[in-house]
């Protein structure tokens, strides 16, 4: 659910993949689709990992799975907080002008919209290119 996979990401890669077919080097491929000899490296060998395995193709051309944790909030409740964070204080009986992190964090939990987040959590959150 949290792929990085769109379908001009899944066209990047299988453009990859055909160069690689027609004999093209790395370097070749990386100038010809304009990105690092790193990336036509990485999904070319991939390619080839995962076809030792019968993968099928689209899902050669999918994101590996990432390592860690996986995401404690949903994009609910993300989106609630974001929202919080726009409206001023006062609508919930702040006397105070702007949301700190640690009183938007405390007011997240009294509202009920999470269990509970350190105001750091907050500040990644909001500091996040798509807020």
Known sequence: MNRHSTPQQIALRASIILLADAGRNHREIARALGLSREMARTWRERWLALSKKAVGVVERLQDAERS???????????????????????????????????????????QRVVESISPRHVRRLLAEPSF
């Open 68 to 110: 860690g944790t996986p995401a404690t909030f949903s994009l609910e409740q993300s989106m609630k907080l974001f929202a919080m964070a726009c409206e001023k204080p006062e609508l919930y009986g702040l006397p105070i002008s702007d949301w700190s992190a640690w009183e938007l964090a405390d007011e997240v939990v009294k």
